[in-house]
């Protein structure tokens, strides 16, 4: 499965408060740019993750944020969007400064 044009315009849309973003499409999601540095991802089945690690992590695995894991169970530095963000962008972009702070 990969993501279509909606569902990465959704992003844009989510995170229009950031300031100009840019996006690359690869492995059927989409990677997402501000300031030329990766912040977060659309995976191909739709999940938005934002790039964390340490500290921002915890916040984020407090929230009740999942870890990406690939089908082999390793994990990277992704953790989802919380749910009570996907429809608030205000919240969403709260998030999203956060983890560009921290990286």
């Given at each position: 499965?990969?993501?279509?044009?909606?569902?990465?315009?959704?992003?844009?849309?989510?995170?229009?408060?950031?300031?100009?973003?840019?996006?690359?499409?690869?492995?059927?999601?989409?990677?997402?740019?501000?300031?030329?540095?990766?912040?977060?991802?659309?995976?191909?089945?739709?999940?938005?993750?934002?790039?964390?690690?340490?500290?921002?992590?915890d916040r984020l695995a407090q929230a009740?944020?999942?870890?990406?894991?690939?089908?082999?169970?390793?994990g990277m530095n992704y953790w989802t969007?919380?749910?009570?963000a996907l429809d608030d962008p205000d919240?969403?972009?709260?998030?999203?400064?956060?983890?560009?702070?921290?990286?």
């Amino acid at each position: 499965m990969s993501v279509g044009n909606d569902e990465i315009a959704f992003v844009h849309e989510l995170f229009q408060d950031l300031g100009a973003l840019t996006h690359r499409k690869m492995m059927g999601g989409a990677s997402f740019y501000r300031d030329v540095q990766i912040f977060a991802i659309l995976s191909s089945e739709g999940v938005i993750y934002l790039k964390a690690s340490g500290a921002m992590a915890d916040r984020l695995a407090q929230a009740g944020a999942k870890k990406f894991e690939m089908d082999d169970g390793r994990g990277m530095n992704y953790w989802t969007l919380p749910d009570a963000a996907l429809d608030d962008p205000d919240a969403a972009c709260d998030w999203a400064r956060a983890a560009l702070a921290a990286l």
